[in-house]
């Protein structure tokens, strides 16, 4: 059969539930097949009704004798079967479910599993799982049951019924893709026994290599149509060769206002190597909050500057493309290189000189040119259908997570075959990254700009609140420091109540804490322009203090702050306070993170306990990891993004052996015919290259 085929295909029961199962994606046989239970019911202790204890999870097997429906005196109705066995008699009671007495007969043979419960202060059975036992197979009941998950009209059962007729079906002309030496080497269950084993095994302990067997398979998949892909980008695109002689390159450094660091120095030759083949860049690089990637940017617009090309570098908020805009015009202006920001909120705005009248606006809002333009920063406003570039030869995105793959995808198409480099100052653990870039070149930060201090980190109890504010209002009088206080919300939730709320605690602080000092509020509701106004503001040092919410995680860079108090710090992921951390530090002086909660859960303080002694982002990332699971290691989810749905992140050793396996096989892909077709089936599309 072919497990590629749209359920819509199949027999009567899938044609009418096709349309509820998307809700749990799945729209083919082989959807279907790799629906994996998320947890099993043991319900294979078999008893005897005279053996009954109460409390035990059982299974017990007898015949129908009676079955029949009443009724309380609000008329809800109570179904009511007895069955017999050789030792005794039980009744088992269901609640509203008429149906259930409708369908059996006197005489049926029926399995049950469940609870054994009092009812009325006998033994009973109360909604026990159950099927009438006709030609001996239990599905349901008497075994180690699988648990699927559900949506709405699409219950366990039903899934139960439909896979082990598909597994009947679609098992006996299953080809194993797996070579066989892969499967020996490491010590992998045959596809099929793994997928009979996962759906219906025949005891807990046997799913464990059931799941590891497919597992693999995921991460092995995937790493194939990585080096897939990574083999054509490099062999099929072919991208423009961008060289500089040493003595622009010294010139350029030189007119830097800081010494690079080591890896800084080193990922500029890495930039540097990959921009001057004739096939394009695709390097992700990754560096902690502060580490400097907007200079490699830099380097790489002005490499492309100096060989007749246009740079694009986008951000995904205004705050952090304006950041970029300001940067990149100071480090390029000096080389007569014209910079250029584009919003969705701004005019077209070419080294400094915004558009005023309608005309211009005019421009903007239909088809705008940019070839008197030679770096243009903005944010997905840079994807737009309008924005024209003549010779766009090197992109930057930076925290390209954040952005769709169809957006980055168009912007790459805005040129012929630009170099890429992707950056991320979200910690991404080893594992991962090996994982999901594996067909990316990575470059690492691992060093901070010279002068740069740890910022010290502490956690504060409830108790300890007024203490800090003490402490915070001494800091802003005798050093003049700046403050930011982030809340996790806006506006106060009726189900949060113990949240704090950034306008209600921004006029608390103003009244009762800090009357004396000046504070401006922030958050994402504002106009850009107001935005633009207090960020000024904040930067001109007329606040003391910024209430904010997380909008300024990235993008903000206030040399004077050097404290931030994060509120209700137990609801941000560890990744997330990393980068709300760095915003402060930024300059020569001691910083401080304040982290207050309310949380008494001894995970959650673990959690943030590791705040105060770890200070690497990386460090911090494979804590969580470890701790929680993978989760949503960005902070939030990408719409569209397929992460592991068998596998972890965590599981160091599996990503490692199918990594390795990968690498083994890939040379002698077009020996494996049963893999390739799969990876063909599967699509090497779905590995995007940045």
């Not at 809700?23 to 008893?47: A, C, G, M, N, Q």
């Not at 490499?303 to 990149?328: D, R, V």
Request: glycine share 6%; proline share 4%; net charge positive.
């Amino acid at each position: 059969m072919d497990l590629d085929a749209p359920l819509t295909t199949g027999n009567r029961s899938l044609k009418m539930y096709a349309k509820r199962l998307t809700k749990l994606d799945i729209y083919t046989f082989r959807d279907l097949l790799y629906h994996l239970p998320s947890r099993y019911e043991d319900y294979s202790l078999v008893s005897k009704i005279a053996q009954l204890q109460e409390g035990e999870k059982v299974t017990v097997r007898g015949e129908v004798l009676e079955a029949k429906t009443s009724y309380t005196r609000s008329r809800k109705s109570i179904q009511k079967v007895n069955i017999k066995d050789e030792t005794g008699i039980l009744t088992l009671h269901w609640f509203n479910q008429p149906y259930i007495v409708q369908n059996l007969n006197r005489g049926d043979i029926l399995s049950v599993s469940g609870r054994v419960d009092l009812f009325s202060r006998k033994i009973s059975m109360i909604a026990p799982d159950f099927e009438i036992v006709r030609d001996g197979q239990l599905i349901h009941t008497g075994r180690i049951v699988p648990v699927y998950p559900e949506t709405a009209g699409v219950s366990s059962k039903w899934l139960r019924r439909q896979i082990i007729l598909l597994l009947t079906d679609a098992l006996p002309h299953l080809t194993d893709y797996l070579p066989n030496t892969i499967q020996k080497d490491y010590q992998l269950l045959p596809l099929r026994d793994a997928l009979q084993t996962i759906h219906f095994p025949p005891s807990i302990e046997s799913t464990i290599k059931a799941r590891h067997r497919l597992a693999f398979d995921e991460v092995f998949l995937i790493q194939i149509m990585t080096l897939v892909r990574k083999q054509q980008w490099r062999s099929l695109k072919k991208g423009h060769s961008m060289t500089i002689s040493e003595k622009s390159k010294k010139e350029f450094l030189t007119s830097l206002p800081f010494m690079l660091t080591p890896s800084q120095l080193r990922v500029c030759q890495e930039l540097q190597h990959d921009m001057s083949l004739t096939r394009p860049m695709n390097r992700l690089l990754q560096g902690d909050v502060g580490s400097g990637k907007t200079v490699i940017a830099a380097l790489g617009s002005f490499i492309a500057y100096k060989n007749g090309f246009q740079s694009a570098i986008m951000a995904p908020t205004e705050i952090l493309a304006q950041q970029h805009y300001n940067t990149l015009t100071s480090l390029l202006s000096p080389f007569g290189i014209k910079v250029g920001l584009v919003t969705s909120s701004s005019k077209y705005d070419a080294s400094g000189s915004k558009g005023k009248n309608q005309k211009e606006k005019k421009i903007l809002n239909t088809k705008y040119k940019t070839h008197d333009t030679d770096v243009i920063v903005g944010t997905h406003a840079l994807v737009a259908a309008a924005l024209d570039f003549q010779r766009l030869g090197f992109i930057a995105i930076d925290e390209q997570q954040r952005f769709g793959v169809a957006q980055r995808g168009i912007l790459r198409e805005k040129g012929l075959n630009p170099h890429l480099l992707t950056m991320t100052a979200t910690p991404i653990p080893r594992t991962m990254a090996l994982t999901l870039y594996g067909e990316l070149d990575a470059s690492y930060l691992t060093d901070m700009p010279t002068g740069r201090k740890s910022v010290k980190t502490w956690l504060v109890p409830a108790v300890k609140r007024d203490g800090a504010y003490d402490w915070i209002h001494k800091q802003i009088n005798q050093t003049h420091s700046q403050v930011f206080i982030i809340c996790p919300f806006i506006e106060n939730s009726e189900n949060m109540q113990t949240v704090k709320a950034a306008s209600s605690e921004f006029e608390r602080l103003k009244r009762e804490v800090f009357p004396d000092v000046r504070l401006g509020l922030l958050h994402g509701k504002l106009k850009s322009k107001e935005k633009d106004t207090i960020l000024s503001a904040f930067r001109s040092n007329d606040y003391d203090i910024l209430v904010a919410t997380p909008v300024v995680e990235v993008g903000i860079d206030i040399p004077n702050a050097t404290i931030i108090l994060i509120e209700g710090s137990e609801r941000f992921g560890l990744s997330q306070l990393h980068q709300l951390r760095g915003r402060v530090g930024r300059g020569d002086q001691q910083s401080y993170c304040l982290l207050f909660t309310t949380a008494e859960s001894p995970t959650s303080l673990k959690r943030l306990a590791a705040m105060e002694t770890m200070s690497q982002g990386a460090a911090l990332a494979e804590f969580d990891l470890n701790l929680r699971g993978p989760g949503e290691l960005y902070g939030q989810k990408q719409s569209g993004a397929r992460m592991l749905k068998i596998a972890s992140f965590s599981d160091i050793e599996l990503l490692s052996e199918a990594k390795q396996a990968a690498a083994t096989i890939f040379p002698m892909l077009n020996s494996y015919h049963e893999l390739k077709e799969i990876i063909l089936k599967i699509g090497s599309d779905t590995v995007v290259p940045d």
